[in-house]
């Protein structure tokens, strides 16, 4: 892992762009003392510099915890296939046409998937390596890489999800077996993403302990308190 | 309002039962300056003095808020008519037969609340000429009476609502009218009470900040955490 820029913000948070290989990544740290971890991730690839995202990392780490995004492959700046190109021409299309959008979704948001899980895991192998982050390992966001995460990764503690994507049959199939704690984001009105298939995933979640928060506001409207409440989960269960 | 007894618990908080004509209640406070009111009350009447709700009150108290529980008509210990008294057998022969329990839910908890609003509304006069209670004013719990409280009492700014119990039919069309900031606590897999039924109300609901929580656990198997988020809410709303 190799920092390549670093600045002071003035919540006193220290912003750090890392690589790790091909991996691009984003760390947001405050203080010395070992801190738990939080992996976030967008839904859908988005780019880990997309300013809401930014705006959480570095609210949780004022808060005391460290966390850190990556660009996946074909995620925010990394190179995209001419497939995955395609793939995200047809959806545009096919969402202005009002057709259905579900193989679309499929065909490329099951691999990107299969590429962010291995991802995730060689950087949260890095960041426990580095001094000042202590464990244990939360995650929160991106769904069906969460999902399957949270599945074959067992130093993922507890888990955040935002409904709001599309998540591919296999990571449905596989909410059986997630157990971890989990907070589960809904946007009720969310325009995109059919509330019953949410409703659904929430109630297949393994879980013994799993928890929804639903909330007006459409797709991008999450009332900032939700950003709190994260934080306290996630202070139940790393602290 | 007549204080009938007084007694400082080891948390701190002051609790005074009262009369008020023929209403019995409860007032728990802390410190002396005035503090928003919180009205607490159970579903389908249970009494104010249930162990549940008094750990909330008593949560709430030591938290900066005045709260007060009544029992209206029928509830807690307050007498109860020869049909009321039928109505309720038939409840229990129904439920341990298994036959459908909607229509008798609706003979005894649709004149319950039309016979607990008014009093709640006496109760809130009260309260709000004692010294050191200074509004806002929220409410918590029963979700019948609630709604019909929302509608009609503009005092009210903030309410949180408890899924499990019957809402009769004519509250669930008055849910439309409610239009305070809401948070509605629901119980995944509440044994007595439909899910469906549970996300229609909060679907119908008019207010345009509504939450909704929900939790594992069965009916009555609420995480003590949302006590804590029950109060952030109040918070953001009465403070």
């Given at each position: 892992m190799r920092f390549t820029s670093e600045q002071r913000l003035d919540d006193g948070v220290l912003e750090r762009a890392f690589t790790l290989g091909e991996i691009p990544g984003t760390l947001w740290t405050s203080g010395s003392a070992p801190a738990p971890l939080i992996l976030m991730a967008h839904n859908n690839g988005l780019?880990?510099?997309?300013s809401r995202l930014v705006a959480r990392a570095r609210h949780a780490a004022a808060h005391g915890y460290a966390v850190a995004a990556i660009d996946a492959p074909g995620c925010g700046d990394r190179p995209r296939s001419a497939a995955e190109e395609q793939d995200r021409a047809d959806l545009r299309r096919a969402m202005r046409a009002g057709e259905p959008v579900d193989e679309i979704f499929e065909s490329f948001i099951g691999p990107l998937v299969d590429k962010a899980v291995p991802e995730w895991r060689t950087t949260l192998d890095a960041l426990l390596s580095l001094p000042g982050i202590g464990g244990p390992v939360g995650y929160s966001g991106w769904t069906a890489v969460g999902i399957r995460l949270a599945v074959v990764e067992p130093r993922i503690a507890a888990a955040g999800f935002f409904a709001g994507g599309y998540v591919p049959r296999a990571q449905r199939e596989e909410a059986r077996q997630v157990t971890i704690p989990l907070l589960f984001l809904l946007q009720w009105d969310d325009e995109g993403n059919p509330r019953q298939r949410a409703l659904d995933l929430f109630d297949a979640f393994g879980s013994k302990e799993k928890t929804l928060h639903a909330n007006m506001g459409g797709h991008t409207g999450t009332p900032w308190f939700e950003v709190e409440d994260g934080e306290r989960f996630f202070g139940r269960h790393l602290k």
């Open positions: 780019p880990r510099g997309e």
